[in-house]
């Protein structure tokens, strides 16, 4: 049978489209790859595994020989991001094929470490780490939000923990993958949910520990976002202390361990029923320790002599009193004789300026029938009745007429006359 190219008419075995696939594969030699072990199985002294990419949805199987085992790192496993020298092999009898690894590696962690720090700091650069954003958490919240992986020891933890701190707490539990390439979007979309839930009051992330490269997760910067533009506070509870994961950062309080995330949010009964006890006893104390320095004070007031007898007062200021009552009677004495003497001479005014005073000389004032005064000799014709008034009384008369008149020097008063 030919090896020319195969035809309808001339095909080629299957031997034959073998061995080309073979020799084609075999011809690429021995290439790095990068991506994450995705399934590592010891059968015997050799192992067997697959090796995803770190972003397609595309995976190859491995296979290491027992002599290359010996000389890989003792700590691979499933989870790790790894680099390897491998080299196809087409395996004619299954028609498979499969990466030969002859180096394995974990990826270079410096390289890791410097991504890391580049969006650490671009992250802090941003105020996503500043204390200033963090929000406080409830002191007793309503309903806590737990995102965790299923029947793990963290979800156990945080729920036991907390019940026994209050019994009453309630939980909203979302399970999530806590490792490997379904961490990030399953988180986020636990965190979704937990956020958009009005009676979930703080959400904590659980993980219980890990290493390095499994806690990568938690520092992926889509994550990291989504938590610091969560409505509802978040707290990180990932449990790994050497090397914390960039979560811890920009969450809203960072637990060391679920169990302690347990003790952070939700407060002890028993702690707070003492502290309301202990406050209870400070106020009573302090309010019988005020109504007894207050009756102190006040006995100590009555016994002052001012209070204990008052008549000591007037004692000591009896003859000042005494002093001014006579200077009171003294003052009011002058103020009367003065008031009297202002009165007696305006009386005495008033009787100089009394025309009474005049009469009282020898003068009279004649009225005329209208009972006015007469002034004019025309004014009182013959037979005129006239008044004529004298100092103690009045006279009728009638008039006679004009008289003759006499020089006024020689006029005399009414009565100069015997």
Do not use: C
């Not at 790859?33 to 595994?49: F, K, M, P």
């Not at 302690?260 to 006893?281: F, I, M, Y």
């Amino acid at each position: 049978m030919s090896d020319g190219v195969g035809t309808a008419e001339t095909p080629w075995s299957v031997g034959v489209l073998g061995d080309k696939l073979k020799g084609w594969i075999d011809r690429l030699g021995q290439v790095w790859v990068e991506g994450e072990i995705t399934q590592w199985g010891v059968r015997g002294a050799n192992v067997y595994g697959k090796l995803k990419d770190l972003e397609r949805d595309v995976t190859v199987s491995f296979q290491i020989w027992s002599s290359v085992k010996s000389r890989l790192p003792a700590d691979l496993k499933q989870g790790d991001r790894v680099i390897a020298l491998v080299k196809p092999d087409y395996w004619l009898k299954a028609g498979s094929i499969s990466m030969q690894v002859f180096q394995m590696k974990h990826v270079g962690l410096g390289d890791l470490l410097e991504r890391l720090e580049l969006l650490r700091r671009t992250l802090a650069a941003e105020g996503l780490f500043d204390p200033a954003r963090k929000r406080r958490l409830p002191f007793l919240p309503h309903r806590i939000g737990l995102i965790t992986g299923k029947d793990s020891d963290a979800e156990k933890d945080v729920i036991r923990n907390a019940q026994l701190r209050w019994p009453s707490v309630d939980f909203r539990v979302v399970h999530a993958a806590v490792q490997g390439d379904r961490t990030v979007p399953e988180v986020l979309a636990a965190l979704a949910a937990l956020d958009a839930d009005p009676e979930v009051d703080v959400i904590v992330i659980a993980r219980g520990g890990g290493d390095f490269q499994n806690l990568l997760g938690f520092s992926d910067e889509r994550l990291l976002r989504a938590v610091a533009a969560a409505r509802t506070p978040v707290v990180s509870a990932i449990g790994h202390d050497n090397d914390r994961p960039l979560l811890d950062d920009v969450a809203d309080l960072r637990a060391s361990t679920p169990t302690d995330a347990a003790k952070r949010v939700v407060p002890d009964v028993t702690d707070e029923l003492n502290g309301v006890s202990q406050a209870r006893a400070r106020i009573r104390n302090r309010l019988t320790q005020t109504v007894r320095m207050e009756a102190d004070r006040v006995a100590s007031l009555r016994q002052r002599r001012v209070l204990a007898d008052g008549g000591w007062i007037v004692d000591s200021r009896a003859d000042e009193l005494t002093r001014w009552a006579a200077r009171s009677a003294e003052l009011v004495d002058r103020a009367v004789d003065a008031a009297e003497r202002r009165l007696a001479e305006a009386r005495g005014h008033l009787r100089a300026l009394s025309p009474l005073r005049t009469l009282e000389r020898g003068y009279a004032i004649v009225l005329g029938g209208d009972g006015a005064a007469l002034r004019h000799v025309a004014d009182a014709p013959t037979g005129t009745p006239l008044t004529v008034r004298v100092v103690d009384g009045a006279v009728a008369a009638t008039s006679e007429g004009a008289v003759d008149r006499e020089p006024a020097d020689r006029a005399e008063p009414v009565g100069a006359r015997s």
